[in-house]
Every structure is written in structure tokens, then in C-alpha cells.
């Protein structure tokens, strides 16, 4: 029972995190983000703006939330699926670049918000750094029982290697701002994705190589086949 009752706390906690979010986007394209406030995004939801502030700290946060929807931890899962036949690297760009890709997110209009003011700009950007502890685990379940610390420092990388796509896309697309509207380069963002994240890719072959030559070893200790 104790075990349920912590699964549907945290179920209602996403859903309120998750509604909150919706919440503060819908609002933001209404009225603009500045003409928007905390109890505002708090009242549309129907809770109190002390349980706003238990999971957003601003409101360009919670704006930002609603346009990643959990995004890191589908990198994860994605990585996590890929088959053993998909080298790691592979496995982890791909997986970055369909979850950065999808079709419709974020949406034009989130888009154009989030470009048109640095503040938000910010925010889209900082959460880039959440990919790393979900990415730790999945890389560490495909190495296995190496060093622990490859595999965060593995994840830190890409993590920082996906802010500095994410931060040259944003600011590439800001630019192209004009009186007829927004402009974004197709394919841009996944050219990018691709382009800063191939230096990482010896790295993390190298790593999974290892992994299975100790795990070779581990088995046959001798050497033998």
C-alpha cells in the first residue's frame, strides 16, 4: 500500500508540474510573458503560489518546462532501447537529435516566443544541463560495472556539447528575425546537434570498447574463448 500511495503522489505531482507548465505557456503567447505573473499561472491551474514555487522558481521556467516536456528523460529511454548491435555514440546522437527534432516541438509560436526575449532564451538553454543524470544512468547501463565516473563525465559532455548547439540555433534564429516574421533554417538544429557532438563520438566508442574487454576478462579470466 505504502509503495501505491507513492506512485500516485507522484503521478498528481507531474500532473500538477505538467499542468502548471501548460499553464504558464498558454498564457505567455495570450498575453506576452512579461503581462504574466506567478499567481496568475497559479490561479489558472487552481492551486495556491507556494505550490507554484515548489516546482518552478520563475516563470520563464515553467514556460520552458512545457516546451522540453520531460525531454531528458526520453534521451535516456532512447538510449536505454537502442539495440547492443548500435554503438554507443550512435545510440546517444540519435537519440539526442529525434528528441531535439520532433516534429512540432516546440511549436512556431513557442518558438518565436522563446527567441524574441534573452530571458527565455536563457532558461530554454539552462536545461540542456538535465540531460546529464538521466544520460549517466543509460550510459552506465550499456558499460556496465566500469568506473562510475566515465560515465558521468560521458554525460556532462554531450550535455555541454548539446548547450552549445542549443545556445548557436537560438541565437542563428533570433537573428533571423524580420518585419514579415520568423524565419528558421531548416535542418539547422539537428546539422548542429551532430556537428558539436561528433568530437565526443571516439569517447564514447572508446568507453563501450573498454567495457567489453573487461567484461571479457572478468568471464575468462585466462584468456581462453
Given at each position: 500500500?505504502?509503495?501505491?500511495?507513492?506512485?500516485?503522489?507522484?503521478?498528481?505531482?507531474?500532473?500538477?508540474?505538467?499542468?502548471?507548465s501548460a499553464a504558464a505557456?498558454?498564457?505567455?503567447?495570450?498575453?506576452?510573458?512579461?503581462?504574466?505573473?506567478?499567481?496568475?499561472?497559479?490561479?489558472?491551474?487552481?492551486?495556491?503560489?507556494?505550490?507554484?514555487?515548489?516546482?518552478?522558481?520563475?516563470?520563464?521556467?515553467?514556460?520552458?518546462?512545457?516546451?522540453?516536456?520531460?525531454?531528458?528523460?526520453?534521451?535516456?529511454?532512447?538510449?536505454?532501447?537502442?539495440?547492443?548491435?548500435?554503438?554507443?555514440?550512435?545510440?546517444?546522437?540519435?537519440?539526442?537529435?529525434?528528441?531535439?527534432?520532433?516534429?512540432?516541438?516546440?511549436?512556431?509560436?513557442?518558438?518565436?516566443?522563446?527567441?524574441?526575449?534573452?530571458?527565455?532564451?536563457?532558461?530554454?538553454?539552462?536545461?540542456?544541463s538535465a540531460i546529464e543524470?538521466?544520460?549517466?544512468?543509460?550510459?552506465?547501463?550499456?558499460?556496465?560495472?566500469?568506473?562510475?565516473?566515465?560515465?558521468?563525465?560521458?554525460?556532462?559532455?554531450?550535455?555541454?556539447?548539446?548547450?552549445?548547439?542549443?545556445?548557436?540555433?537560438?541565437?542563428?534564429?533570433?537573428?533571423?528575425?524580420?518585419?514579415?516574421?520568423?524565419?528558421?533554417?531548416?535542418?539547422?538544429?539537428?546539422?548542429?546537434?551532430?556537428?558539436?557532438?561528433?568530437?565526443?563520438?571516439?569517447?564514447?566508442?572508446?568507453?563501450?570498447?573498454?567495457?567489453?574487454?573487461?567484461?571479457?576478462?572478468?568471464?575468462?579470466?585466462?584468456?581462453s574463448k
Open positions: 500500500m505504502t509503495t501505491r500511495r507513492t506512485g500516485l503522489r507522484e503521478q498528481k505531482k507531474q500532473a500538477t508540474r505538467e499542468a502548471l505557456l498558454r498564457l505567455a503567447l495570450e498575453r506576452g510573458p512579461d503581462n504574466v505573473r506567478v499567481d496568475d499561472i497559479a490561479e489558472a491551474v487552481g492551486v495556491s503560489s507556494r505550490t507554484y514555487n515548489n516546482y518552478f522558481s520563475s516563470r520563464e521556467q515553467a514556460i520552458v518546462a512545457a516546451v522540453n516536456s520531460e525531454r531528458e528523460a526520453r534521451i535516456a529511454a532512447a538510449v536505454a532501447d537502442r539495440p547492443d548491435s548500435v554503438g554507443l555514440a550512435a545510440a546517444v546522437i540519435e537519440a539526442i537529435v529525434d528528441q531535439y527534432t520532433a516534429p512540432g516541438v516546440p511549436s512556431r509560436e513557442a518558438l518565436l516566443l522563446i527567441t524574441a526575449r534573452p530571458a527565455l532564451r536563457e532558461a530554454f538553454v539552462d536545461t540542456t543524470h538521466p544520460l549517466t544512468d543509460a550510459i552506465a547501463r550499456r558499460l556496465g560495472d566500469i568506473d562510475p565516473n566515465t560515465a558521468r563525465v560521458l554525460a556532462a559532455s554531450v550535455a555541454a556539447a548539446v548547450r552549445v548547439a542549443v545556445e548557436q540555433w537560438l541565437r542563428t534564429t533570433a537573428a533571423s528575425f524580420t518585419a514579415g516574421g520568423l524565419v528558421v533554417p531548416s535542418g539547422s538544429l539537428p546539422d548542429l546537434l551532430r556537428t558539436m557532438l561528433a568530437p565526443l563520438a571516439p569517447a564514447l566508442d572508446a568507453a563501450e570498447q573498454r567495457a567489453r574487454q573487461e567484461r571479457c576478462r572478468v568471464t575468462t579470466p585466462d584468456g
